[in-house]
């Protein structure tokens, strides 16, 4: 099994992240004050006639656009700041394989600006789309006024190469979570820890000196595994219901691993002050999921179409079953519908704002 190297959660109609995104709307929701609180700083600041904004890992639907948006509707209520800046660049990157069509067409419906100089404040608002890694260089050299990244960068760039190669072997379990064995843990942290300081050492060449940057993240309350939450066993399980099923192969299973890690505060603070180029404005911690009946046959259905979006693109690579996204949120939702012994996604929302030292 090749290497997994990226994750894209575009996807077609009712399946697709645009139609089942409400859960990452809400993330988004808890990140606009501090997109809001950087423009005013920056506004305070001496920005050039030109802000500069990218959202990274924008993905599409109705999400797409709303950091950019938040960010441009602040620039608005800045009356002094308008008087001097009259043009604003929105970059919008994800990896190339993301549904860039559906996000260009919704921008002039859901830009305000865009497409002409906005009579009110004057300003002329651009867009641009970036596909690439944010792990690498995506834009010249200290240009970024302002980086957004709203839950993408609990995505590494791969699965840890022990785990590929099969060094290492973590049963019952999808990442890095409470069951798997210290080594397990230990190579998904340097994963993300390697994979963070690139993509901060990235944006520090990209940005202008006193440049923000507001990140939100999947996770984990505490810095001991024990405070993880289910998600990467509850997975697995699933996984272990569809071979009984004869939907996928068993001997597969325990191979197939997520590039996916949650962090705890000390280890994105601990990255940030290693790294070096960014002050640490602020760091939240907030509960991902308003705790929900089990058993509620509406939410089951949401939670396991929200499963899905992120999963099925990683399980079609793995497993090359057709019809496995059907398969597998079938079996999610049963799982959700059964009893549990306890909530399965109990992890935190990390959100970190961030200045580039000058
Ligand atoms: C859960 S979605 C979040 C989308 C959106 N920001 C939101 O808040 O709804 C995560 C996105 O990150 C993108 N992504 C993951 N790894 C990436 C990488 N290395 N570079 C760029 N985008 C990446 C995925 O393709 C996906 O669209």
New binding site residues.
């Given amino acids: 099994m090749a290497s997994v190297q ?5 996807g077609e109609g009712e399946t697709s ?1 645009a139609k089942n ?1 409400a859960i ?2 809400g ?2 929701s808890r990140v606009k004050p501090l997109v809001e609180e950087a423009i005013s700083d920056l506004c305070r600041s001496a920005v050039p006639g030109c802000l500069r904004v990218a ?7 109705p ?2 656009l ?2 950019a948006s938040a960010a441009v509707d602040a620039v608005r209520r800045q009356p002094h700041w308008a008087e001097r800046c009259r043009e604003i660049c929105v970059y919008l ?3 190339p ?2 549904d860039f069509n559906t996000v260009f067409k919704d921008v002039p419906s859901s830009l305000r600006g865009y497409g002409g100089v906005d009579r009110d404040s004057g300003l002329l608002v651009m867009v641009f789309g970036a596909p ?4 690498g260089r995506l834009f010249p050299a200290k240009t970024l006024h302002l980086v957004c ?5 609990h ?1 590494l ?1 791969q699965v840890p190469q022990e785990l590929v190669d099969g060094v290492l072997i973590n049963k019952g379990s999808v990442s890095a979570g409470r069951t798997s064995t210290p080594a397990v843990t230990a190579a998904y942290a340097r994963q993300f820890e390697q994979d963070f300081k690139r993509f901060l050492g990235s944006r520090a060449e990209e940005m202008v000196p006193g440049g923000w940057m507001v990140l ?1 993240l999947y996770g984990r309350p505490a810095n001991d595994f024990s405070s993880q939450d289910r998600y990467p066993e509850f997975i697995a399980e699933i996984l272990q219901d569809l071979a009984s099923q004869g939907v996928i192969a068993a001997a597969e299973v325990d191979s197939f691993n997520e590039p996916f890690y949650s962090p705890c505060q000390e280890e994105l603070r601990g990255a940030v002050e290693q790294e070096g180029s960014f002050e640490i404005v602020g760091l939240e911690s907030h509960d991902f999921l308003e705790r929900g009946p089990r058993g509620d046959a509406e939410r089951s259905k949401a939670m396991a179409r929200f499963l899905r ?2 999963d099925e693109w990683l399980l079609v690579r793995h497993f090359r079953v057709d019809g496995i996204g059907d398969a597998y949120a079938r079996a999610a939702e049963e799982r959700y519908m059964g009893p549990a012994a306890e909530e399965d996604m109990t992890g935190v929302v990390l959100i970190l704002s961030l200045r580039r030292r000058k």
């Fill in positions: 990226s994750v894209c959660m575009s992240y995104s990452q709307s993330v988004q959202d990274l890992g924008c993905s599409s639907g999400n797409a709303a950091l990157n994800d990896l394989e993301n690439g890694s944010f792990y990244s709203s839950f993408s960068l995505w760039s939100s979006v992120l």
